[in-house]
């Protein structure tokens, strides 16, 4: 009997351990703790269940300093102690970061090699210009994204004022690149050997040729850039196409948009 008596005591304290790992907790700016399941994630709030109840109860994500899920990833929202400091020290002052740029090749989105690489691009053309703004380190704004649990496929979830807060700056830059291939052209070459030799008075002509051609892929380019301010406000945006058929003129379109935003000086 008291063998049995055990077993159902470690029996339900297993259930409660396996119940517990599957709980998500929301950490709310006043310090209070919250045990239950998000259902759903919005822009602006999200729906909660609290643990053992039906019933969902939407939370506003301004009141929220973090969410712990089951997996054991952790999300933060705002950090009330952190926003406040930052606040104080303005710290976050003229600071600029450059989140990965989304790419789609040929109407499909790419590998996430290609985001980083635009991101390091646009990020090298801004800091060249600098002056008395400090653009982060994009290996520090993708490290400050990851340890948030932000990445593109729910980046749609948070404004980009919350984000510029995360990544304790006062700009942000996001932008899209998208390249689409389109016509092909061919360029043909020839090249042609004549020879002449008389013989009694008479001439003979010979002619020799060869002719090759090479096939051209055209691509269309088009990049469109925005700049958020700490405040969620929306300073600039901009979609530009690129003049240039060529595969990598992304390049020169990031550098034509970059020049033409109010944080880049000249």
Known sequence: MRIKKHFLTIFLLFIGLLAFSQTDTVTMTDGSEL????????????????QNETLEYTLSKKDI????????????LNDASNTSK???????????????FSYVRDQEKSN???????QQETYTIFNSKKQNLKFQDPT????????AGINESNMQGFTMGEIAHILNVEYVVSGMVSIEKTNTYTS?????????????????VNSTGSSSSTTYQNYNTSITMNIFSINGDNLFTQNHNS????????????????????????
């Not at 520090?140 to 340890?147: M, S, V």
């Not at 043909?188 to 003979?204: C, D, E, I, P, R």
Request: net charge positive; charged share 25%.
């Open 188 to 204: 043909n070459y020839g090249s042609a050997n004549t020879n002449v030799s008389q013989k009694n008075g008479g001439a003979k």
């Open 35 to 50: 045990r239950g399941k998000v259902v759903k994630y919005h822009p602006n709030d999200i729906t909660f269940v609290h």
């Open 65 to 76: 300093s973090k969410i712990t899920f089951s997996s054991g990833r952790i999300e933060y």
């Open 243 to 266: 003049f240039w058929p060529y595969e990598n003129a992304y390049k020169t379109t990031l550098d034509y948009l970059a020049k033409r935003t109010p944080i880049y000086k000249k």
């Open 86 to 100: 930052v606040a104080q020290t303005g710290d976050y002052k003229n600071r600029v970061a450059i989140l990965p």
């Open 112 to 118: 996430e090699a290609m985001t980083k690489k635009i």
């Open 140 to 147: 520090e704004t993708n490290a400050l994204l990851y340890k």
